[in-house]
């Protein structure tokens, strides 16, 4: 199993710890809901040191990232980032990935700790008659993010106290967005992306400073109420704000358009994947769900209509922010026009009681509707 550059903190704030992808990564602090409210709230820091960083290199950087992506990159100028997908020659989803171009020819690809291998060998692969070059840097960077309303003043008190020197000015960093910067005199990039709805950060760094940027933030954020946050709040935060997970919602048997990322294939192009990108009619699509009371649904659960299942609970949680039940489920269609029609209702069969659920829009949660 893989150890986190950070696994030295974790232990000594009282990590419990998991194994996700390979890897030995804190799962909770102190308890799930204190570390999700502290991020709704104030701040939570995040280890994602085994997310999987790949460089591309070269002159024909663009041309082969429309080749070997299902976006397209030509528009995208220095300093943005772009979300896209790693597509199979059969158009299933192999990893959905986010892309940085860090300079003219230099792009980041960064995807899933459980589809490193993957993304690795896919882009190595389609890179032949291309001028890039494809480096695996997973070993040598570490992740560390901060997500919440005080992300921002606790960079903002880093760059004050001149341990980060951003190249532009911070609050010029609009969302989707990377700069280059220095950590106590370190190369790093620092982007404004995140994974949990909230405003927010991630700070990219070789293995061995990262320590030194954990421990600066949550210094630096004591006073905000910002606390380190694992992977079990950072899997509620982003259920709440309908952001898919990799092995739940995308998978190798699911089309972009049926889980709503339709908007993210390029429209032209010849890239990997064109020609079976389109799901097959009646396919299942992905929807949101909301039920009353406290039983919530979990993953594998049937969604049933008039006693037939018509569709299955990709992730489910008792939401700790709106208090009620949301879901994430690949529904039948022809069950999602009956029930917009207003002649049926939608159940979801939580260990053998059949609970009324509501289809709604993503997300559950907006920043802009916080109380």
């Not at 190595?124 to 890039?132: H, P």
């Not at 699509?285 to 049933?304: I, K, N």
């Not at 069950?335 to 009324?356: F, K, M, N, W, Y």
């Not at 509501?358 to 109380?371: D, H, I, L, W």
């Amino acid at each position: 199993m893989r150890s986190s550059p950070l696994e030295a903190a974790h232990e000594a704030a009282g990590a419990t710890f998991t194994d996700f992808a390979g890897y030995r990564m804190p799962v909770r602090y102190s308890s799930d809901l204190a570390e999700h409210h502290a991020v709704r709230s104030a701040a939570g820091v995040f280890d994602l040191s085994h997310m999987a960083e790949v460089g591309v290199t070269g002159p024909d950087a663009v041309a082969f990232l429309d080749h070997a992506l299902a976006g397209s990159f030509g528009a995208m100028t220095v300093g943005r980032a772009k979300y896209s997908l790693l597509l199979g020659d059969d158009g299933g989803i192999l990893d959905d990935l986010v892309v940085y171009r860090t300079e003219e020819h230099v792009f980041l690809v960064v995807a899933n700790a459980a589809n490193r291998a993957v993304a690795v060998d896919a882009l190595t692969a389609r890179a032949d008659g291309f001028d890039v070059e494809v480096s695996d840097d997973s070993d040598t960077t570490a992740l560390v993010a901060i997500q919440g309303p005080a992300a921002a003043g606790t960079l903002d008190a880093l760059v004050v106290a001149d341990r980060l020197q951003p190249e532009t000015p911070l609050d010029e960093l609009r969302y989707y967005r990377v700069l280059h910067a220095l950590f106590d005199g370190a190369e790093v990039l620092v982007a404004r992306t995140g994974y949990t709805g909230e405003d927010g950060f991630e700070i990219y760094s070789d293995t061995e400073v990262a320590a030194s940027i954990w421990d600066a933030l949550l210094e630096a954020g004591a006073d905000r109420g910002v606390v380190p946050a694992g992977l079990a709040a950072r899997d509620t935060l982003r259920l709440e704000s309908g952001m898919p997970l990799y092995g739940h919602e995308l998978g190798t048997d699911v089309r972009p358009a049926q889980a709503g990322l339709d908007r993210v294939v390029a429209t032209e192009g010849d890239f990997v994947g064109a020609a079976g990108v389109s799901p097959a009619e009646g396919a299942r699509v992905l929807v949101g769900l909301v039920t009353e009371g406290r039983r919530a649904p979990r993953a594998g659960y049937d969604v049933v209509l008039d006693g037939e299942v018509v569709g299955t609970v990709t992730s489910g949680a008792l939401s700790p922010t709106l208090g009620h039940p949301v879901a994430m489920a690949f529904v039948d269609p022809a069950a999602l026009e009956a029930v917009s029609a207003g002649e049926r209702v939608l159940h979801i069969d939580v260990r053998g009681t059949a609970i009324p659920s509501t289809v709604t829009p993503f997300p559950f949660y907006r920043r802009s509707s916080r109380g």
